[in-house]
Structures are given as C-alpha cells and as structure tokens.
C-alpha cells in the first residue's frame, strides 16, 4: 500500500526567505506525485505534479519540486517565501493506473513571519 | 466554466442519524472522487464513481455510501453517524481522459455530530 509522509507539522520561516518542505512516499512503483495548497475555509488547489521526465518540476506560485527517486522524497521549494503562502500544504501520491485515487500526507502548516 | 461546488458549507447532526451531502462536478467531468479530512489530518479517499459506477473506494465501511447521476453531480451518503465522522468532506472532479490526472476540489462541507 502506498503511504506519504510529511516530517514537519509546522514550519516557520521570515517573509522573504527561502523554504523547503520534505516529503517521503513508500510505493512499489514510479508514483504520480503531488502537492496542494489549502489556505483556511478552502479546498485543496494543486501546486504542481510530477508523473514522469524532467524529475524539477515548477508550479503555480513560484514553487518548484524535486522528485528523488533514491530518497523516495519529493521536496517543495520556494527561493522567497511571501506573507500570502501561509497555509496548509498536503503531499499526495496516487497509483499509476489511478492517479486521480490519492494518498496524502499529514500536511504541513506554513507560518510566515514579517 | 463553473468549479466544484459543494452543498452544504455546514451541518450538524446528532450520533445515529444519517446524511446526505452534495457535490456539482466541474463542467465536463465524469469522475467524482470524495475524500474525508479530520481536524489536523491529510485529506483520506473514500471513494471514486466514474460514469455513475463506484470505481474505487478507500478504507471505509459500507455505511459510507455514494451515487453519481447522469448529470454527474454526485451524493455521499452516511448512516449512523458515529462522532468519528466529525470532519471536512470535500469532493474532486477530474476527466480521466486527461492524462495529467488533475481533479479539481470543491470548498468542503463541514460536517460536525454531537
């Protein structure tokens, strides 16, 4: 069964500094890798995905990704970081004959300070 | 193009009773998939219909019910409701011929039993 960690249940970073949020997956195969934003009262919007190819991938809002294959991990980033990125962010993986059946993290919980 | 929607935004219900919630797909999308979020957790899969047939499904027990209609607005339907089931329940829509496998979320019902 495929499963998604995400280590950090906060984080805290200064307005303009740069942030990586971790993620590891345990699937058997190459996974669809995911990562969505959930700002408070909102539904989940979709940063970026990762299926095949170029393993960095770039997003919406100047967030991009790596997907490590050794480290089964699929890293978000972001050089600077602005006040309207707090929120919750999710890791997801779904199967690969059924990518839109997903499994996500425990989310991590984005604070930026002035 | 309209988005998800979800209906309604809240409820209360007491332990034992049954619900309904409601979701409208994304214009043009025949898969629904409905997910479960409890306060502080990742969103989990419940299940998924694709052209009014279950598709898919999570761990969850039968008393967690669907349907999907011709319009493909779809149903999630929960008998005895037990306080557990306390948790935001949003819906996904996605077109499985797309190959990127993007499902768009609605706002979330919020359901709370007492």
């Known amino acids: 069964a495929q499963s998604v960690t995400q280590p950090d249940i906060h984080i805290t970073v200064s307005e303009g500094a740069s942030l990586e949020l971790r993620c590891n997956y345990s699937?058997?195969?190459?996974?669809?890798l995911f990562w969505y934003v959930q700002s408070p009262g909102q539904g989940l919007q979709l940063l970026l995905k990762?299926?095949?190819?170029?393993?960095l991938v770039q997003g919406i809002k100047g967030f991009e990704a790596e997907f490590k294959r050794s480290q089964s991990s699929f890293n978000l980033r972001k050089p600077s970081v602005h006040w309207s990125d707090a929120a919750e962010y999710f890791c997801?993986?779904?199967?690969?004959?059924?990518?839109?059946?997903?499994?996500f993290g425990g989310g991590t919980r984005l604070m930026v300070k002035p | 193009e309209t988005g998800v929607t979800q209906s309604p935004t809240h409820l209360i219900k007491t332990r034992g009773q049954q619900v309904t919630l409601r979701c409208s797909s994304q214009?043009?999308?025949?898969?629904v998939s409905w997910y479960q979020q409890a306060l502080g957790q990742g969103p989990q899969f419940i299940f998924q219909?694709?052209?009014?047939?279950?598709?898919g499904r999570g761990n969850f027990p039968p008393r967690f019910s669907g349907l999907q209609f011709p319009n493909y607005s779809s149903e999630l339907n929960v008998n005895a409701l037990e306080l557990d089931d306390s948790a935001l329940y949003l819906c996904?829509?996605?077109?499985?011929?797309?190959?990127?496998?993007?499902?768009?979320f609605g706002p979330g019902t919020r359901l709370t039993v007492t």
């Open positions: 996904a829509s996605s077109f499985p011929g797309q190959a990127d496998y993007e499902q768009y």
């Open positions: 699937y058997g195969a190459t996974p669809y």
């Open positions: 990762y299926f095949s190819g170029d393993t």
């Open positions: 997801a993986v779904g199967a690969n004959n059924a990518g839109n059946m997903l499994t």
């Open positions: 214009s043009g999308h025949n898969t």
């Open positions: 219909y694709y052209r009014e047939e279950e598709n």
